[in-house]
């Protein structure tokens, strides 16, 4: 109780109050613009929060920032079929046909309703879990941390790609290695694989990593495919007129809104499943339960089918936060770029958080409600003025998202060298994308390589255990051990029965590549 | 693209061989340490040879998995969409059919182009937005922020086909501007505006 009431007097300052609503506006602004999603805003603004110096200030920011750019994703998925981000595609499916019929207005106000009301309820359901999570994160010690993290980066692979897991896993340790680079962790006070080039004594900094990772292959992308994140609707933003709904149809949103909300933040606490998947499943399963008359609604403009995925959808993203600001461990690669934000100002997260910065840990959750209603009072009149102002020519788009990923390295360190960097890892990770490697477990992997160094150390020098007998004489390590195992076999097998089934299913099909 | 030279195995051998440089270095590594540190159970190198070791594994297995199952993967995504698009399903299999179509209409929508569209890309203009990139990387700080910011810009803009001159100088000279005068005053960051030769003349 005490910590809300400091993180209320960190959000409930001028500065702040200003920040979230500068954040949430450009948030949606950019999160409008298809191609560029939550994770490209926040790493582009990162500079900006580093330049704001205040750690709970700057987190509320781009939490306004991200919140804005969900938000934004939706409003151009309603609006003209474009959803931004993979996230916002479900809502596509029944807002853009609502639109379509006259009721963008409504559609709208249901998206604004239904991510405020989701966001909101994830948020109560965070506040009500962090503290008796980072309570029991206490009682871990380095050889849990570390089983945690593997516990964390195999479920990112295991969850994000289904069947494929391999490749996420590859991608894990090439995050890994990459932060093996330079300077290391404590344990290794000497940089190495610099082959004695100076500026790369520090390693690869995250700031630069994810600009090179996230903002710059988007850019490249555009460049490559100018079709791309084009709709495909009739062309014509839709008219915005009645923006208002009816008591009939709040009493139809209600439950939906109280499952979704529910089933979304439990999607997103889970690392890996982010809120994608959250708003796919929610869709589903609205449609699943719905009695026959409304379910053949759905995909032509049907209520529950708009509602379900905004909620899921943003109950999922605050749902992603649990293990972040508990554990310190992302789930995602949203708040994996978040975290990379707080390390660079100089915050250390993990389950100390709570206790040596009540301030920005509960500063973060109360900017989590405040951004959301932000979001609804300020930014959803203002929406339909914004979308006129869309069509920004991707002539003068893609040049700027460079300059702006450009100067955020540059800050960094003022060294060319920077820059150098973040166009490799740009074109780098523009091939990986190209051959469908996912890559968002790099930079996972980056941020907890370092960490999991050190974790290691101090298991590894702990007197209690001689070498790595910490693995079984320390049980709950051994338990996170053997449930990373298993996720990681699990779809491998899983994969391996059903080919086998459907090769019995059709034996005679001739197969051709 | 060949049954079996699929982009996956291409970057597989790729990263393979990144991997086991990786791990080369990581056992030469012990040679750096001095004596003292060389029994520590926990060294600069312990991590590095791990991870070396596991990305060669993952590499590995990235390459002799078997590509049967993307093809089946794919029939069955296809096969939910024919289903989904009939329309009519019933049972408690529909949920996972029209999610697997969902999946795969936001896969396509979502999807980066891929080695198989290859061709239509414009790699032309991509190569001469990095060559731009570079040469800005390298001149920032001799050309100064604010005329160097002007000509990326400016040229961002021509390599992409845009032809509107009069709003490509005006985007062009007031961004850069904006920009100093924010990171200057509101990120307290010092990035030297102009060239080298007239700051120098400057005084600054």
């Known amino acids: ?513 | 693209m060949s049954r079996f030279l699929t982009a996956d195995r291409i970057v597989g051998v790729i990263l393979l061989i990144l991997c086991c440089l990786f791990t080369y270095f990581a056992f030469d590594l012990a040679k750096t340490i001095p004596p003292f540190f060389k029994n520590q159970p926990m060294r600069v190198d312990t991590l590095p040879r791990i991870l070396g070791v596991a990305g060669i594994i993952a590499s590995v297995v990235t390459i002799i998995a078997p590509t049967t199952g993307a093809k089946a993967r794919a029939d069955a995504v296809k096969n939910a969409d024919a289903d989904a698009s009939k329309g009519e399903g019933e049972g408690a299999s529909e949920g996972e059919e029209l999610t697997q179509a969902q999946l795969k209409e936001n896969q396509d929508r979502m999807a980066d182009l891929s080695f198989a569209n290859f061709g239509q890309a414009k790699w032309g203009q991509l190569v001469a937005m990095i060559a731009l990139m570079i040469v800005y990387s390298t001149y920032l700080r001799a050309g100064g922020f604010i005329p160097s910011t002007f000509f990326l810009l400016l040229l961002g803009s021509i390599i992409l086909g845009e032809r509107r001159w009069i709003a490509m100088v005006m985007v062009s000279l007031v961004a850069p501007l904006a920009i100093w005068l924010l990171v200057t005053y509101v990120l307290d960051r010092t990035i030297p505006p102009l060239p080298k030769a007239i700051m120098n003349m400057l005084g600054g």
């Open chain 1, 1 to 513: 109780m005490e910590g809300i009431l400091t993180g209320l007097s960190a959000a409930f300052t001028f500065q702040a109050i200003a920040l979230v609503v500068l954040g949430c506006l450009i948030g949606s602004f950019i999160g409008m613009v298809p191609g560029l999603g939550p994770m490209q805003v926040i790493a582009i603004m990162i500079p900006v929060a580093v330049g704001i110096g205040d750690p709970s200030i700057a987190m509320i920011m781009l939490a306004g920032v991200y919140y804005g750019a969900v938000f934004g994703g939706s409003t151009s998925s309603i609006l003209i079929n474009a959803p931004g981000v993979a996230s916002t595609v479900a809502t596509s499916f029944d807002g853009y046909p609502m639109a379509r019929k006259g009721f963008a207005g409504k559609a709208l106000t249901i998206a604004a309703l239904s991510s405020f009301a989701g966001g909101t309820l994830g948020a109560i359901l965070l506040t009500l879990a962090a503290k008796p999570l980072a309570d029991v994160a206490l009682l871990f010690q380095s050889p849990e941390y570390l089983a945690v993290m593997i516990v964390g980066m195999t479920a990112v692979a295991a969850f994000g790609e289904r069947g494929r897991a391999y490749k996420a896993v590859l991608m894990v340790i090439f995050g890994m290695i990459l932060a093996s680079i330079g300077e290391g962790s404590q344990f290794a006070n000497r940089p190495r694989f610099t082959f004695g080039y100076v500026p790369l004594q520090d390693g690869i900094s995250s700031i630069t990593l994810i600009m090179g990772l996230f903002a710059v292959p988007e850019a490249f992308f555009l460049i490559l495919d100018p079709k791309r994140g084009q709709y495909k609707g009739d062309g014509q933003s839709k008219e915005i007129n009645n923006m208002r709904i009816n008591g009939k149809e709040a009493k139809e949103m209600a439950p939906v809104i109280g499952r979704q909300s529910i089933l979304g933040f439990l999607i997103g606490v889970m690392p890996g499943a982010g809120a994608t998947i959250a708003s796919l499943m929610g869709y589903a399963m609205e449609r699943n339960i719905a009695p026959k008359e409304k379910r053949d609604e759905f995909g032509k403009g049907s209520l529950r089918g708009l509602t379900a995925p905004e909620t899921a959808n943003n109950a999922a993203s605050t749902g992603s936060f649990v293990p972040m600001l508990t554990l310190g461990i992302p789930g995602s690669g949203t708040t994996a770029i978040l975290l990379v934000a707080l390390i660079s100002l100089g915050v250390q997260p993990g389950p100390a958080l709570i206790n040596d910065n009540p301030d920005i840990f509960w500063g973060i959750i109360i900017s989590m409600y405040f951004g959301n209603v932000v979001l609804l009072i300020l930014n959803y009149p203002l929406i339909p003025y914004i979308a006129k102002l869309l069509a920004v020519p991707r002539t003068f788009l893609i040049p700027f998202v460079l300059f702006f990923s450009m100067v955020g390295a540059y800050l960094v360190s003022q060294n060319p060298t920077e820059l150098y960097t973040m166009i490799v890892l740009g074109v780098v990770t523009t091939l990986l994308r190209l051959a469908k490697f996912p890559i968002a477990p790099i930079v996972i992997g980056f941020i907890l390589g370092i960490r999991m160094e050190d974790n290691l150390g101090r298991a590894l020098t702990d007197p209690d255990y001689t070498g790595f007998s910490f693995i079984w004489q320390r049980p709950m390590t051994l338990v996170f051990l053997l449930i990373a195992a298993a996720m990681l076999l699990y779809p491998m097998i899983e994969g391996r029965l059903a080919r086998r089934e459907r090769k019995k299913a059709r034996d005679s099909q001739v197969t051709q590549d």
